[in-house]
């Protein structure tokens, strides 16, 4: 079974640009988060959708960060404009909802974002 | 809000030896906690070591031992004998048994580094 995928692997972006990155969740799983990844803040909740619904925006990421699932095998996260301080690595992340909140957690490997 | 604390970084141990990361939690918005280990090895991606749902019970994997503790909001790492290849990023956890709240809360992780 394929595992989450992200692309691309490496991203780099001049300040003030739109980037989109991409995310494909385990076969069947129903919950998709998008986390921020740094040294100095660990990771941060960026987006969480249950079975394609919006359950979390990730409160202070709301205004240049937008999570979309366009289907249930598919996200994409838009990082528009881009500053400096986004350079991070992206996670993505799919579990398979069961009802006792002890589901693991499936992550890729990530997106390097670095922003210029 | 909820979150989570654990051993700053980097932690360096000599093989043999016996380690211990401390991890405690707040958990203001989740009645009924659920409590887990990641653990990010070099060149891979974020992967479940350990998990446990229930107060007072202790989850194992790969040598690794950590007790959820309840009444002091606790849920340390520990290990008698480290080997070199335990070195990696040690992430913990909190989820939410009911669900009331969908998305883990992540530690900032600690960078384990085992010298032969």
């Known amino acids: 079974d394929a595992g989450v995928t992200q692309t691309p692997r490496h991203e780099v972006a001049e300040k003030g640009q739109t980037i989109i990155l991409k995310c494909e969740p385990v076969s069947g799983h129903n919950d998709l988060f998008w986390y921020r990844q740094t040294k100095i803040q660990g990771l941060e909740l960026l987006s969480y959708?249950?079975?394609?619904?919006?359950?979390?925006d990730g409160g202070a990421f709301k205004d240049r960060f937008k999570a979309e699932m366009l289907n249930s095998s598919f996200s994409t996260l838009k990082i528009q404009p881009t500053e400096p301080k986004d350079s991070a690595v992206y996670l993505c992340?799919?579990?398979?909802?069961?009802?006792?909140?002890?589901?693991?957690?499936?992550f890729g490997s990530g997106t390097r974002l670095t922003v210029l | 809000g909820d979150s989570v604390t654990q051993t700053e970084g980097p932690v360096t141990v000599s093989e043999s030896e016996s380690l211990i990361i401390n991890c405690t939690y707040s958990a203001t918005s989740i009645a009924y906690p659920n409590l887990f280990w990641y653990v990010r090895y070099p060149g891979e991606g974020l992967q479940l070591l350990l998990k446990?749902?229930?107060?007072?019970q202790k989850g194992s994997s790969r040598g690794f031992e950590a007790t959820y503790n309840k009444e002091t909001t606790s849920f340390h790492l520990q290990k008698a004998s480290v080997q070199e290849s335990d070195s990696a990023v040690y992430y913990c956890a909190l989820g939410d048994r009911t669900q009331v709240v969908g998305q883990l809360t992540f530690g900032r992780g600690t960078r384990l580094q085992v010298y032969a």
């Open positions: 446990v749902i229930t107060a007072g």
């Open positions: 959708f249950r079975s394609k619904s919006l359950m979390e």
């Open positions: 992340a799919s579990r398979l909802w069961g009802g006792a909140g002890a589901e693991t957690l499936y």
